[in-house]
C-alpha cells in the first residue's frame, strides 16, 4: 500500500506539473471540442528531440498510442524505462535526431502533463475525475495543432505513429491537409470495429466494477482501482499480442515448477507474465485516463465525419502517405490498412502501402522489426528529397 | 438485490437439490482424482431423452461446454429458456430422440446438481468453495462414466460435444475407447493454447478482483461476485464470437440514439449486448464453478498425458470419428481440429473431418448451422447402421 500510495503521488504530480516542458493556454485561449463546448485553461507537455531548422521545415511529430506518452525516446519519469520509440527515433535512426525535430506531446485526456481527469478542474479545485470532457481524436489533434502553432511551424514535415497514434496521423490528415508534407499511419484503422469496441468496453467495465474506483473520485478518496485496471490491461494485452507469439513465448511451460499444482497459483508462464502486465500497468497509468481514451477510440470513424464515404477525408491531400500493417495483427487487421489505401487511392493521393510479415501481432510496431525499421528510413528519404531536406544517404557524403 | 437474492437462493438449491434426476454415491464409493485423492460423497445430476433399447447399446452422451449443463432439450429450470441443444436434440433431429436415448449430465465441478464447489463440503457443512478439488477433464469423464455404469450400458453409441464438451469426447475416446463406438468431437482441441490460457486466467483475477467474492466464501456472506463475473463473461463472450458475426450485428450502430451522448453510456448496441451478456449470465452461473471449470480446460492436454504424442491416446481406438470445425472459429481455430485429425490418422482411427463455413464463431456449434446438422446426420446414421441400430432413412421405411 506504501508503494501505491507513493507512486499514485508521482502520478499526480506528473499529471499536474510534469517533468516534460509544457505549453499553458489560459481561459483566454480555450479549446474547442468536438463533443461541444470548449476546454480552458489547457496545457499541453512534451518532449522533442533534434534542432527545428532555420525554415522550420524539418519537425516530425510522433503521435503515441493509447497508454504511450511524450516520451518516446528519453527515459521515462514515472517508469525508469527506456523511452517507447527508442528503436525508431535517435542519430542515424529512421527518425533521425540528427536531421529532423521530433516533437512528442502527451495526448489531451491522459495523465502525463496533457490535461485530462487527472488534472485539477478551475471550477471545483478538484480533479476533473468524470467531469473531464469526452475528447475525441479529433480534438487531441486540434490540441497539437496548437503546439505546433507555438513553434512556428507551418508546416510539418511528417506526422507518424501507430494504434491511436496511426489514427491521430490519418486525422491530421485529413482536418490539416495544407500542413502534413507525409504521413504514416501504422498499424491502424480509419474507424474502430465492434470487436475493438467490445474488448474496450470489457476494460471499462473492468475499471468501473472496483469499487476502489468510487465513481471516478478515487483521488480525493485516497484509493485507487489497482485490480480493476489490472484486469482492463490483462484483457487488452492479450489483442496486442498474436496467438503466435503467444504460443512462441510461452506455450503451454509452466512457471516455476514442472507439473500443475491443482491450484489457481499461476501455474502456466502466460498467466505469471499477464498478472506482471496488469501489476506493473497500474503504478503508471491513471485509470480515468484509461477511460477516456478507449473511448476516443471506440468515436473514432473518420468516414462517418465526411459523409460515410473515407475517400472525401482525404479529397484535397497533396500529403505522401505510407501505410504500414502487420500481418499478425488481429486487432486492427491488414483489411483495416487496405481501406485507407483504397480510400486514399480513390482520392487521389499519393500512397505506399507494406503489410510486414512477423508473428508479433499488434505491438511489432513498437518492437525491433528490421523490416519496419526499413520501411520508414526509405519512406523518410524519399519525402526528405522531395521537401528538400538531406535524406541519410546523403549525409554520409 | 432482492433479485439477486432470490435468484441466489435458487441457484443453491438447484446445485444441492436439483430438478434433475441425480445418482448420488456415498463415502464408500468415491470417485479418484487425477489431482490426486479422492472425492466422496458424491452425486452427479443428468437429464435423459427417449428410450434405452433393450441390448443398450443405443446410448448417446451428450457432453456440455464451459457454462453449459444437463439441459439440452428441455426448459432450463433456471433460466425458463429452451434447452442448449434443442436444435440437434429430438424428436427427427439429428440426435433422434425416437431412436436414441439420450444422456447429458452436469459435469464435475460445475453448480446444476453435481458435486462442485457450491455443494455442501461434508467435513464443514458448508459450501466446498475453494476447498473443492480442481478436477480436470478425465476426472469429469470418470465421473460420467459411473453415471453410464449406472444405466448398466457397457457401450456408448456416440460420445458428442462442442469446446468444452469436445474435450470430454476426446478424454472418452482415449480412457475409454472399448466404450465409445463413435465420437463427435465439435470446435474444441487437444490442448488449450496460451492464449486461451490467458483469456481464461482474464476472468478469473476478474472474478477474484471483486470484493464480494470474498476468497470464494460469498454464499455464506450472502453476497455475490456479480461484476466481477460478468466482466469475466464479457471478455469470454468476445472469444465466442467472431468478428464477422460481431460486424454483421452490430457494426458502429448506435443503441437507441443517432449520435454519441459524449459519455460512458452504452452507446454502442454492441456494450449494451455485452452488457446484457454480463448481467444475464450472473443470474444462473455460480462464480466459483466459474473458476473451476476454466482451470480444468486450461490444464487439459491430451498428448502430455501420452508421452507428449498425441496419436498414443487413440492408439488403440476402433472408434469412428467426425471431428468438425467452424472456419471463423478463433477460440478453436481449424489447426486445432486438424492437429486431432492427424493424430487419428496416424493412430490408423477411422476419421471423417469436416470444417464448416459459418461466419458465427466458436459458438456456431449451439446455433443454426444447417451443414452442422447435416453432417451429424449423415454420421449417426452411418454410424447407426455399422451399430446394427436403425438409421434416420430406416425409420421412415
Redesign the interface.
Known amino acids: 500500500m506504501t508503494h501505491g500510495a507513493a507512486t499514485q503521488s508521482d502520478r499526480r504530480n506528473e499529471a499536474i506539473d510534469p517533468s516534460s516542458a509544457v505549453v499553458r493556454f489560459g481561459a483566454d485561449a480555450p479549446l474547442a471540442l468536438e463533443?461541444?463546448g470548449t476546454l480552458g485553461p489547457w496545457a499541453i507537455a512534451y518532449q522533442t528531440y533534434g534542432t527545428l531548422n532555420a525554415d522550420r521545415s524539418n519537425a516530425i511529430l510522433l503521435c503515441h498510442a493509447l497508454t504511450g506518452d511524450q516520451h518516446v525516446a528519453n527515459e521515462n519519469p514515472v517508469t525508469g524505462k527506456p523511452g517507447w520509440w527508442e528503436t525508431m527515433v535517435g542519430p542515424g535512426k529512421p527518425f533521425d535526431t540528427e536531421r529532423f525535430f521530433i516533437i512528442c506531446s502527451n495526448v489531451l485526456g491522459s495523465c502525463l502533463g496533457t490535461t485530462g481527469p487527472a488534472s485539477i478542474n478551475p471550477d471545483t479545485g478538484q480533479a476533473y475525475a468524470?467531469d473531464f470532457?469526452?475528447v475525441t481524436i479529433r480534438d487531441m489533434v486540434n490540441a497539437q495543432a496548437r503546439l505546433v502553432d507555438h513553434f512556428g511551424i507551418d508546416t510539418l514535415f511528417c506526422v507518424a505513429g501507430g494504434s491511436m497514434g496511426g489514427m491521430q496521423v490519418l486525422e491530421w490528415a485529413a482536418t490539416y491537409p495544407q500542413r502534413v508534407f507525409a504521413a504514416m499511419p501504422i498499424a491502424t484503422a480509419a474507424?474502430?470495429?465492434?470487436?475493438n469496441?467490445?474488448?474496450h468496453?470489457?476494460g471499462?467495465?473492468?475499471v468501473?466494477?472496483?469499487?476502489d474506483w468510487r465513481k471516478g473520485r478515487y483521488l480525493e478518496a485516497g484509493t485507487r482501482p489497482e485490480?480493476?485496471l489490472?484486469?482492463a490491461r490483462?484483457?487488452a494485452h492479450?489483442t496486442y499480442l498474436s496467438?503466435q507469439a503467444?504460443?512462441r513465448?510461452?506455450?503451454?511451460n509452466f512457471q516455476d515448477r514442472s507439473a500443475?499444482t491443482?491450484?489457481?497459483d499461476?501455474d502456466?508462464e502466460?498467466?505469471s507474465y499477464?498478472?506482471y502486465q496488469?501489476r506493473s500497468f497500474v503504478e503508471r497509468f491513471d485509470a480515468n485516463s484509461y477511460?477516456f481514451l478507449t473511448?476516443a477510440m471506440?468515436?473514432f470513424?473518420l468516414a462517418?465525419d465526411h459523409g460515410g464515404v473515407l475517400a472525401r477525408a482525404f479529397q484535397n491531400a497533396k500529403t505522401r502517405f505510407c501505410v504500414v500493417s502487420f500481418t499478425s495483427d488481429?486487432l486492427f487487421p491488414t483489411r483495416d490498412s487496405r481501406a485507407i489505401v483504397h480510400a486514399l487511392n480513390a482520392a487521389g493521393a499519393s500512397v505506399s502501402f507494406v503489410e510486414i510479415e512477423t508473428d508479433k501481432g499488434h505491438d511489432a510496431f513498437l518492437l525491433d522489426v528490421p523490416e519496419l525499421f526499413k520501411t520508414t528510413r526509405g519512406f523518410i528519404d524519399s519525402a526528405a528529397r522531395a521537401r528538400g531536406l538531406p535524406a541519410s544517404g546523403d549525409s554520409a557524403l
Open positions: 463533443g461541444g468524470l470532457p469526452v474507424k474502430h470495429t465492434a470487436q469496441i467490445a474488448f468496453e470489457v471499462r467495465q473492468a468501473m466494477a472496483d469499487p485490480k480493476g489490472a484486469v490483462m484483457a492479450i496467438e503467444l504460443h513465448k510461452f506455450g503451454r500443475p491443482f491450484s489457481f499461476a502456466f502466460v498467466e499477464l498478472r496488469g477511460l473511448r471506440d468515436y470513424d462517418k488481429w
